[in-house]
Each structure stands twice: as C-alpha cells, then as structure tokens.
C-alpha cells in the first residue's frame, strides 16, 4: 500500500526566512497531494494542493512542487510570520485512499 | 455558514464502556468521512460515506467500531467496549462532491477521546 514519509518532524525557522518540507509517496497511482494545516487544539485545513499533472503551485507565499518521476512533494512558505507555527501535513491520495504524513512541527522563531 | 461540527468535543470512557461521537457535515456536503488522529500522528482514515452509503469502511480497526449515516447528513462513530488504545482525536470531514478525494475536505473541530 501506500506510504507516505514526511521530514523534518519538528522545524524551527527565524521569522521573514523561508520553510521547505518535504514529502515522498511510494505508490505511483497517487495523483492528488494535499497539504493541511493544523494549529494546536484546532481542525486541519486545506492550505494548497497539487495534482499530478502539474509541477508547481503557487498562493502568495505558499508554493508545492511536484516530482513524480522522484515520487516526492515539496511545500514552501516563504517570509514566514509567527501566524505560520503550526503542524503541518502532507497526504498522498492513491486509488481512493488518503494516506496522510506524520506532521511536521512548524516554529516560527522571533 | 457553518461548517463541520462535532460533538462532544471532548468524552472520557472508563475501559469497556461503550461511546458514540457525532458529527454534522456542511450542509448539502453529500461525502462525508471519519478519522481516528493519535497524538503527534497524522490522521488514519476510517471510513467514507457517500449520502448515506457507507462505501468505504476498510480503515475501521476492528469490530468494535461502528458507523452510520441514515439520513445522510449527521454521522454517528460509535465505539462499543472501549480500550485505551482508542484514546485519539476523532475527526470527522465533508465534501461537496461524489469525488472522494476530489474536492477540498473540511474538517470538524475532532472529540478527544480519552479511554481511563
């Protein structure tokens, strides 16, 4: 089945740099690649997604790349602002299945 | 409007007893799923309904989880003899489309379930 890893699990950046966190999938039939994200205590949100047959995405200072060929996704939050500490995580959806990543635990440090 | 809504937000089970968790979708939002999220983990998928068929139940861990849709909008997840194993946050999500994964998932605010 499919497997979805996520990296880094924590990740601390100084606020106004950017953050990249990267997923890979193992099952080529995925073709839609949401990202969520989730305060502490709060819902999971839909912050972009990508499909497979584009490479990249862009919404203001959120951007996802895609590498089907490397089976790996990327979300970049660029001029990061204290309001972006929170986890965040990827998913893989093949054949009707959504598999999520264990999160990542965005800092934005002062 | 509003959106998702869970309730209750929070249920603590004394091992063996039995809980049932509801949630009510965004209106019209015709798909509707369940998913068990454990501390610092990701959400796991349960199940998926369509209107009121459950179409999908393979993430369900064992038969002790039971869910329904009879009307197809609220959904009720319900957890006969509870274990500490079962302690996660229950979330529950809905789309507008029949495309499972094809339209933006909205999620409730989850029940923390905490089995003593």
């Known amino acids: 089945g499919e497997n979805v890893e996520q990296h880094p699990s924590t990740l601390s950046v100084q606020e106004g740099d950017s953050a990249v966190i990267k997923c890979t999938y193992s099952d080529s039939a995925s073709n839609y690649f949401p990202w969520y994200k989730q305060e502490l205590g709060k819902r999971p949100q839909l912050i972009i997604d990508?499909?497979?047959?584009?490479g990249e995405k862009k919404d203001q200072r959120i951007a996802v790349t895609l590498n089907k060929t490397a089976k790996h996704f990327s979300l970049h939050i660029t001029e990061t602002q204290p309001e972006d500490s929170a986890v965040y995580f990827c998913a893989a959806i093949p054949d009707d299945k959504i598999i999520f990543g264990k999160g990542t635990r965005l800092h934005i440090l002062p | 409007g509003a959106g998702v809504s869970q309730s209750p937000r929070y249920k603590v089970a004394k091992r063996g007893q039995d809980v049932a968790l509801r949630c009510d979708p965004i209106s019209g939002h015709v798909s509707l799923f369940w998913y068990q999220q454990a501390l610092g983990q990701g959400p796991e998928f349960l199940t998926y309904f369509q209107n009121e068929a459950q179409l999908d139940k393979s993430g369900l861990p064992s038969d002790r989880f039971f869910a329904e849709r009879p009307e197809g909008s609220v959904s009720t997840l319900k957890i006969q003899r509870t274990q500490q194993e079962d302690s996660a946050v229950y979330l529950c999500a809905s789309t507008a489309s029949l495309g499972r994964y094809t339209d933006t998932q909205y999620f409730g605010p989850g029940t923390r379930l905490t089995v003593l």
């Open positions: 990508i499909r497979s047959n584009v």
